[in-house]
């Protein structure tokens, strides 16, 4: 299973960015697809996640403004961020969980300019 990602770039406060994650390999029965994030000097957290349902869950600095989304047909998952801010720089990773195995994918950098 691999994980690529994409759409990392360099934004200006209230700009927005769509960064995309597609999995290939042998892949069925995908339940959660989410993002975390990790800025630097800081821990991993979640970002936002979305079941197999359609179910989303999403940190409390990214309600309202980021929206989380899949296409199973496709096996990627989507993150659109809106009215990005300098604290939302930092280098997002994704993954999906099958069964109980969780895959990464590697990171993507988004900065935030003020």
């Known amino acids: 299973v691999q994980l690529q990602a994409s759409g990392e770039g360099l934004v200006q406060a209230g700009g927005s960015l769509r960064l995309s994650c597609a999995a290939s390999?042998?892949?069925?029965?995908?339940?959660?697809m989410g993002w975390y994030r990790q800025a630097p000097g800081k821990q991993r957290e979640l970002v936002a996640l979305i079941t197999s349902g359609g179910t989303t869950n999403y940190a409390d600095s990214a309600k309202g403004r980021f929206t989380i989304s899949r296409d199973n047909a496709k096996n990627t998952v989507y993150l659109q961020m809106n009215s990005l801010k300098p604290e939302d720089t930092a280098v997002y990773h994704c993954?999906?969980?099958?069964?109980?195995?969780?895959?990464w994918g590697q990171g993507t950098q988004v900065t935030v300019s003020s």
């Open positions: 390999g042998i892949i069925y029965g995908i339940n959660v």
């Open positions: 993954h999906i969980d099958i069964v109980t195995a969780r895959y």
